[in-house]
């Protein structure tokens, strides 16, 4: 499988294909379906990263909400546990408002689904959508490319 070359310049990577909406790439997900848990390291290692520039500079606002929820809602799923909404506000560090309008800017650009709880009406789960997936597989290939390089 070819992977995006980053000096190539955008839309020349053999597994992404353009969105003629707004000029974001769409991972094509025959080709980039990440593999069940394999990618574990990879993300518990960003998470590390995330975690550790932002000890460091702790006076700054380096966190990245929307970042961490992406990265809580993949180790989820390929850990076969479920997260609610409250769950990944929490889990984000962000104010809760800030965290349920960004959970709701992933649903409108289909990166995740919602779904209520059939035992607990006041629970919501949120789970990645096959495109939430798909880019995390082109992410975690071309992220343990660079790594080797």
Known sequence: MK???YNAGPGTGANRLPDH??????PDTAA???????EIPVVMREQQINR?????????KLRNAL???LLELLVADTSGQQL???????RSEAPESTALRLIHQLREKSYVNLAPDRSD????YVA???????????FISDYRLMANQ
């Not at 909406?21 to 769409?26: I, S």
């Not at 609610?84 to 929490?90: F, G, N």
């Open 84 to 90: 609610s909404m409250s769950d990944l506000c929490a």
């Open 3 to 5: 992977h995006f070359d």
């Open 21 to 26: 909406g707004n000029g974001a790439f769409v």
């Open 32 to 38: 980039a379906s990440p593999e069940p848990l394999s």
């Open 121 to 124: 009406r006041r629970r919501t």
């Open 67 to 69: 970042w961490d929820m």
């Open 52 to 60: 550790l520039r932002s000890e460091t500079f702790a006076d700054l």
């Open 128 to 138: 990645l959508t096959l495109k939430g997936k798909a880019c995390f597989g082109v």
